[in-house]
Nanobody, 115 residues
Framework: QVQLVESGGGLVQAGGSLRLSCAAS????????FSWFRQTPGKQRERVAT???????NYGDSVKGRFTISRDNAKNTVYLQMASLKPEDTATYSC?????????WGQGTQVTVSS
């Protein structure tokens, strides 16, 4: 059974940093593509970053140069390092993976950036 558990969200001032974690079980993080998405009420869910099994990464335009996705194979965890945070980065951030035909999501973690 695939399970994704996010952590690391919180309240931070604009310009600050946070690191989100996505601990995976039932799947090896290096074996598939993992993405971070974010969503605010009334807005469409936005893909923030993806890391492929090859290690190649891809970012949404709104976070390029500020966010970094990575993984620790030994801890079976995917991270999202967020820097230079802006109030518009405020959202619920969720981890996602597509694995063997399944589409798996974590419960999400709230990030709030104050101005």
């Amino acid at each position: 059974q695939v399970q994704l558990v996010e952590s690391g969200g919180g309240l931070v001032q604009a310009g600050g940093s946070l690191r989100l974690s996505c601990a995976a079980s039932g799947i090896i993080v290096s074996g598939g593509a993992f993405s971070w998405f974010r969503q605010t009420p009334g807005k469409q869910r936005e893909r923030v970053a993806t890391i492929w099994s090859t290690g190649v990464t891809n970012y949404g335009d709104s976070v390029k140069g500020r966010f970094t996705i990575s993984r620790d194979n030994a801890k079976n965890t995917v991270y999202l390092q967020m820097a230079s945070l802006k109030p518009e980065d405020t959202a619920t951030y969720s981890c996602n993976t597509l694995y063997l035909g399944g589409n798996y999501w974590g419960q999400g973690t709230q990030v709030t950036v104050s101005s």
